[in-house]
DNA sequence: TTTGACCTTGACGCAACGGCAACGTTTCTA
DNA sequence: TAGAAACGTTGCCGTTGCGTCAAGGTCAAA
């Protein structure tokens, strides 16, 4: 047999099968005066039996080792092993499909699937102040809804409710102002500490506790100083005094 | 923002961020004065955006398309195909662990795994006799068991049943010798046409028409060739004759 | 000052082949 | 009998999504 006949009846192809010589998964056989590789119907068993196990999905170092170990316990703890994988791969499926579900339910009505619909809710609510400031706080929850994992999603959002509330978005549009009227204020200028403690008094206490009780290495962890990286000096300064004034709180 | 902070917030390696400014899924950030990438807080937004979409399983170059097309109709394609291909994945999976599962329950009776283990069962029966051409049959058969996709592997097995009945073995050891014996013998030999003879009555017909059926480009096809070419030249004609025989008899 | 922890670009490695180049051999066909 | 088609040979690059050096430059703390 030539190389081209062998991989017809094996069904694969030449590549294949020269691959395989290649990585020492099926030995070379005789060659003909003209150079050509001349297989015998043993190599066509042998290399049934490496597509057998390729196909059942083991890898081809696997294989080999497999094949040295003369086909004893080692295949046997290998295949119980690809079976347990594959039983994770289909639940890694299984949830991958689950959240497409959602998505395509809700791309239905709504076109905005870079961050979750209720979220979506969250951020036009709080949008409709044209504040600089308020463009920053958007950005963050988007990125928080994007980066957490489903489960803490749910309760960045049960934080975010109480402030879309009518009279909540008031005081917070008020408070927005009063932080983009210090773009460009000094540090020490009398109206920061008094808006650092405004600020305090509006946020509701499951938020502080999220807020200062998140470790500065979990993912969404550096978020004191990604934001004052984004502000300004006198902007800054609220921040670090709203931490202090809220971490006294706990 | 440097890079390591960005990464860091998001959940990813600088490694993959960089990668992603190389592959253009991410612009690249301005610059500080020693060469640092400098990110803001939206940089983390649109990475996060990525990440969401390829945790879903979207290829990069999906994704970028998914973003070029801001978020449209396009992505909703996607995803549908996306849920499409995922429900494929699971089959196979399903379709492996079943496949694994038999291979596992009969490793516990036997390790000889590399053929299916009733053929195994046929193959012992067989290989009772020492003949070298029927190690040939045996290999023959091996393979047709690893090439054939599982429903044509039951109906080699029910081909082979019968020849396995003490009375046919027996039979089927002799007329193995009596090809053993024509190894160095002459094509023109008397015996060639009378063993020829005596092989085509020996075999069922449904075995006749399986092999007579077979089409040459499928798996398995050129069975006639590959067998012809491992043995002596009377023994070929053995071959020849016997399939000439077994045409007619269709 | 010297670690050590960052950052930079560039390049190789990975799994399992597919595909091409550039060339020789065999076989079919006109 | 010539030429084309269909095989064979080796070898090298491309794929995916980064991981992992290598060989530096930068910056903060001890």
């Known amino acids: 047999m030539r190389i081209g006949e062998l991989a017809a009846l094996v069904g694969v192809s030449t590549r294949t099968v020269r691959h395989y010589h290649h990585v020492g998964l099926l ?5 003909l005066t003209n150079g050509y590789r001349d297989y015998r119907l043993r190599d066509a068993v042998a290399l049934a039996r490496v597509r057998r196990l390729a196909e059942l999905g083991l890898s081809l170092d696997e294989i080999r080792d497999a094949l040295a170990d003369d086909l004893g316990r080692e295949l046997r703890e ?3 092993e690809l079976d347990a994988d594959l039983a994770r791969q289909q639940e890694a499926i299984g949830a991958r499909r689950a959240r497409l579900a959602v998505l395509l339910a809700e791309a239905d009505l709504q076109a905005e699937s870079a961050v979750s619909p209720e979220m979506a809710a969250v951020l036009r609510d709080l949008s409709s102040g044209g504040s600089r400031f308020a463009a920053v706080d958007r950005e963050w929850l988007a990125l928080m809804d994007t980066v957490a994992d489903p489960a803490d999603r749910g309760r960045v959002l049960d934080l975010m409710l109480p402030l879309t509330e009518p009279q909540a978005l008031a005081r917070g549009h008020a408070l927005y102002e009063r932080l983009d009227e210090l773009d460009d204020a000094d540090p020490a200028d009398p109206r920061v500490p008094a808006l650092a403690a405004d600020l305090a008094a509006h946020m509701p206490d499951a938020m502080v506790t999220a807020m200062i009780g998140t470790p500065a290495d979990a993912p969404g962890g550096g978020w004191l100083e990604a934001m004052t990286a984004e502000v300004s000096p006198a902007q ?4 670090r005094l709203l931490v202090l004034t809220l ?3 706990t």
């Open 236 to 239: 800054a300064e609220v921040f």
């Open 78 to 80: 290998m295949l119980e």
């Open 27 to 31: 030995p070379e056989p005789v060659r």
């Open 247 to 249: 971490k006294d709180r």
